[in-house]
């Protein structure tokens, strides 16, 4: 069993910046893809973000490219998701979520963001972006 657990939400001025920590507890798994998922309202959840439990590849939605990048800090258990350059989409509350083992591909050859792909999620932060 894995815990989750997302914080770091804020409200702040487009342009700003953020940084999202997810702890993680429980069952020790030898690999654990993760990954931050977003939902606006009105909107269909979607992925942002996941790196693979090596560290060493990572995916980044086109939609923040450039602004958002995700990381991990193993000894503290904890992933990482840095936003710059927020905008006012990015309006949305912003999840942590785990799968044990590696991250898989989708048919576009990047790592899956599906809901369905992972297995353990956070309870959420909310990031509301004003201009």
């Known amino acids: 069993q894995v815990q989750l657990v997302e914080s770091g939400g804020d409200s702040v001025q487009a342009g700003g910046s953020l940084r999202l920590p997810c702890t993680v507890s429980?069952?020790?798994?030898?690999?654990?893809?993760m990954g931050w998922f977003r939902q606006a309202p009105g909107k269909e959840r979607e992925g942002v973000a996941a790196i693979m439990p090596d560290g060493d590849s990572t995916y980044i939605a086109d939609s923040v490219k450039g602004r958002f990048k995700i990381s991990q800090n193993n000894p503290k258990n904890t992933l990482i998701l840095e936003m710059n350059s927020l905008k006012l989409d990015d309006t949305a509350m912003y999840y942590c979520?785990?799968?044990?083992?590696?991250?898989?591909?989708?048919?576009?050859?990047?790592?899956?963001?599906?809901?369905?792909?992972?297995?353990?999620w956070g309870q959420g932060t909310q990031v509301t972006v004003s201009s």
């Open positions: 979520a785990a799968r044990p083992g590696w991250c898989r591909f989708g048919l576009d050859g990047t790592i899956n963001t599906e809901d369905a792909e992972y297995d353990y």
């Open positions: 429980g069952k020790t798994y030898s690999r654990l893809c």
